[in-house]
RNA sequence: CGGAGCGUAGCUCAGCCUGGCUAGAGCACUUGCUUUGGGAGCAAGACGUCGCAGGUUCGAAUCCUGUCGCUCCGACCA
């Protein structure tokens, strides 16, 4: 490609509506413009790329033996309705209607569209195990569509489905997943690591998240430097002891707290109850009913963790009103040692505890009469849990649960996500297949997603400098950009600049040559802002040397012998190695 | 949806508080001359429904109301 014959709209400042790095440089670099917020327009330089990790997915899946399809984007909501997700995931469908007013949903996932294939095809043990995959684009309506390609309205994933006769089988093809995964994302060049991850509302009880660690990343990793343990803070436990259990005293009393509804300020004189004394008690709406929520005073719950634990599909804090309706106090006078264990024994509660608190004595808790609190209060003789369960939100400095090293804490982007769904679609579905034994049963799936534009965006957040861009040479737009520094045809500078391209082409090494009648200095700062990994410059002052100078992006440069410049260039790309 | 901020030239922004001449600058763009190893200089030129709609006023980019859009913080996810 000629510089002038491609369409690179560089930008020398950054555009308003960027925030992060990456956003900028994909702005800045021409590869892509906004339409409207979470749209946007990629522009051949851009689509480029994309297609350079699309390459690299495609090759990494057919090597994992997936078989490659293409769904439809627009689908019948009643195959919604039947998985359940049409009200469980309702939050996130787009939904269109036709000219005879019918509804469809566009495609955000395509569990349902690939489990309706499997029902009407796979009908024996022997068709399995299959995975079909796809890279298409995908619809959400977002709460808040943000940072560019990162979280927007459409976005390119590639999402596979396996099926499975059996569970091990389906433990098989996970496997086998997650080990494309981490190739897949070794090749693109940037760092990262998997985690254990939540299922959320795809469902499912296995699964992994591929991270890119980046510090505008939107999820939390908790990590162990010793075992190697890595989750997500939202599914992440650790090892820390129970809360203390005390010589038992005798009931519990309550006292005047007049005013105080912080945890903080019951810690203060005249109270003096450190945190880790106290209950903190939470009443939530879990699909339209109240639950009770008890973490140690100095834990934070964890949503994502109760949403699991209590199998809710929507669960929201409680209004102060409806907190009051229920228990007569207001949010900070709240316990669970009063008026809680007749609304347990009657039904009309649940009361979920964290493992922390189980055994813990003489602690202080709300008394459901505002100002007032108890104190030598026993978990297991004044309250009456329904459930225990791990409800916390680890933070960094505890101890991993397998080694005992200190968990430390790093923000990532998520570009994959692995899981073993199991029988939940199939069953819904009804993708079942005559077992050897002759029996029918339900397949057995798994699911794993990539976000393509999103890797796209995280390559970038990685790799940059103050310049722009540092591509790794998997998935630059160009490999090699030639800067001869004179263009006129007849110059010795392009003729050489011609020679080289012409041979660097001919390699089939993508190319780019800057034939622009610009300054030095104008075409250096575009090639450095976008990144090309290879810059071979041709200058008239060392030319008259008989030499040209290749330079690595982010690296030396080095002087070579022009005839010796191509096949430097291909050994530069050799050591790359991905 | 809740909270905060912003909409003026293709891009970055000034002007608005305290209404008043023809609405400005830099970058980018066009033409010419000079320049030519890290985003050049000079000259000339083109580019605006001041987001949109209403209102107040002799007069609105500026004040008021509504509305749309964008960005950031929170709940959602690849």
Redesign the pocket.
Known sequence: MRWTKAFIP????????A??TSHKLLL?AGLIR?L???LYTFLPLGVRVLHKVERIVREEMDRAGALEVLMPALQPPEIWQQSGRYETAA??LFKVRDRSKKEWVMSP?AEEVITTVAAAEINSYRQMPVNFYQVSMKF?D??????G????KE?I?KDAYSFDATDEGAMASYKKMYDAYKRIFDRCGVQNFPVEADT???GGNYSH?FMVPADTG??DVVYCEGCGYAANIEKATSGIPKTAARDAGGAFEKFETPGVVTIEALSKAPYSVPANRQIKTLVYIADSKPILILVRGDDQLN??KLMARTGAVAARPATPDEIFALLGARPGSLGAATKVPALVASGDVKVYADDRLQGANEMTTGANEDGYHLRNVSIERDIKVTQWCDLRTVSAGEPCAKCGKSLKIRRAI????VFKLGTKYSEKLNATFLAEDGSRKPSVMGCY???V??TMQAIIEQCNDK?GIVWPISVAPYTVCITP?AVAPDSAVMQVAESIYADLTAKGIDVILDDRDE????K??????VGFPIRV???????AKGEV?I?RRGGE?ILVKSDDAVAKVAELIAAAGN
Request: hydrophobic share 35%; charged share 35%.
């Open positions: 560089t930008l020398k400042e950054t555009p308003a509506e925030e992060i800045r906004k409207a917020g979470g939050d996130v996932t959400r977002e709460i808040r569509p943000r940072f390609l990162m979280r927007a976005f994933m959320g509302v795809i998240e939107e999820n949503e994502t998520e570009v994959g996500h997603g990539i976000g534009t999103r310049d520094l300054r030095p200095g104008f250096f700062k575009d090639a450095d802002l410059a041709i200058g008239e002052k060392s030319l100078e330079k440069m």
